[in-house]
């Protein structure tokens, strides 16, 4: 359809005739692409943090978790508590679908002095090198803990970032000054990145330190008892089944009924991601069903609205085909009214809904760093312009319909 400027200064006439009425038909198709584009840039936010929450773990992990037995097996009696060591570790590598195994050792609520400067409830943990393929440790400066610092035993220790801004006040490389932690002293070779996730194993990396696990099992006397074995798999493998596989090699080695479900415990992290993505699906579908709803509603009201428009015009449009006008310029103009409608009244939507999206998210945003992510992409925008065109072309097919049964001689008769 071409339309010169005559045209859309007669489609401008037609609309503000009734500013009211063309006021109130528009709202519903503002209100709709308002919606339809919140309910998105909303979700979009709420992945983006979940995401961040769980962004730092391997998703092919699986936790295996010892506890107390409850039912009598192999000549012990119930109430017995399991307790790992760290030769566990190889007997899973064993496992055909295992690419590797490793734990962690805790010292709860230590304290970390440097100078003047304490920092209190460290979560004091003794690792291996595997533990950052486990949880990744993004690093600001130095390194993590490497299998040289756990085979000779280095007094060493990576730090977190609450820890280092707390001990560290004026910034700086820290690598290479000394730390107490309960009075012991640590070569700090390494400090993680801040990191918002908060889902962890253990304890989360923000307010620990992390020393080799040969070192904490020496200094605290801990031996090789674990409190449990993270397990990564291989790609080609399914978790769920790896998991089985471990927990039952752990219960037949510790002599645990197999149907005792809480004596050793197996967690598959895949599943809560699965599940987790498939949640966000879910709700991404509801999200567009609703705001697509709302914009058909507001552009079933644009079609009836030109209905009537059409029959308060049939005197004139009459005379426009008495006098040679034809039916595709009928059509024309009454579908350009439609689109007109539609588009003024969804811009002003995707505007205002790109303002509030972006008052949110200057909302969410800390020190310059960016919690979630609410802004819509130009993508979407698009689409929802290309949405509104159709619309406004489906919403005036039935009054152009309408239009072209109009006939000269009927139209002439009508006052």
């Not at 970032?161 to 002293?185: A, H």
């Not at 509104?388 to 001689?409: C, D, H």
Request: with cysteine; glycine share 10%; proline share 2%.
């Amino acid at each position: 359809m071409k339309f010169d400027i005559d045209a859309f200064r007669e489609i401008s006439q037609t609309l503000r005739r009734n500013k009211s009425r063309t006021f109130l038909t528009g709202f519903g198709v503002f209100w709709g692409m308002f919606m339809l584009l919140v309910l998105l840039g909303g979700s979009k936010a709420v992945k983006s943090m979940v995401s961040k929450d769980m962004g730092n773990f391997a998703t092919n992990c699986v936790i295996v978790m010892n506890g107390i037995t409850t039912k009598p097996y192999g000549g012990f009696k119930s109430g017995r508590q399991i307790m790992f060591r760290t030769a566990d570790m190889d007997e899973l590598r064993k496992i055909q679908g295992v690419e590797l195994a490793t734990t962690s050792m805790s010292q709860w609520g230590a304290q970390a002095v440097y100078g003047t400067n304490k920092y209190n409830g460290v979560n004091f943990q003794g690792v291996t090198s595997d533990y950052s393929r486990i949880q990744f440790q993004h690093m600001k400066y130095g390194r993590f803990i490497n299998d040289m610092d756990n085979a000779e035993g280095r007094k060493v220790a990576t730090i977190g970032w609450r820890v280092y801004e707390t001990l560290f006040p004026g910034g700086g490389d820290p690598c290479g000054k000394f730390i107490s932690i309960n009075g012991i002293y640590y070569e700090i070779i390494g400090v993680v990145a801040q990191t918002s996730s908060n889902f962890n194993i253990n304890g989360g990396s923000d307010r620990g330190v992390f020393c080799p696990m040969s070192v904490m099992a020496r200094l605290y006397n801990r031996g090789d008892r674990i409190w449990g074995l993270m397990v990564l798999v291989k790609p080609e493998y399914r978790s769920s089944e790896v998991m089985n596989q471990c927990v039952n090699m752990m219960k037949q080695k510790y002599l645990v009924a197999p149907n005792d479900k809480r004596a050793i415990v197996g967690l598959n992290i895949e599943s809560m991601f699965t599940f987790v993505r498939n949640l966000f699906k879910g709700l991404d579908l509801l999200f567009l069903l609703v705001g697509i709803g709302t914009l058909l509603a507001g552009a079933i009201g644009v079609s009836n609205i030109m209905m009537v428009t059409v029959k308060e015009r049939t005197t004139e449009i009459g005379i426009r085909r008495a006098i040679g006008a034809t039916p595709k310029t009928i059509i024309s103009q009454v579908i350009a009214e439609s689109i007109t409608l539609t588009m003024v009244s969804g811009m002003f939507g995707i505007i205002f809904s790109v303002m509030i999206l972006g008052m949110v998210e200057l909302g969410f945003t800390k020190d310059g760093v960016m919690a979630a992510q609410f802004q819509v992409t130009f993508w979407q925008a698009l689409l929802a312009l290309l949405g509104l065109i159709t619309l406004g072309v489906l919403a005036g097919l039935a009054p152009a319909s309408r239009a072209m049964q109009i006939k000269p001689v009927d139209a002439m008769r009508e006052e």
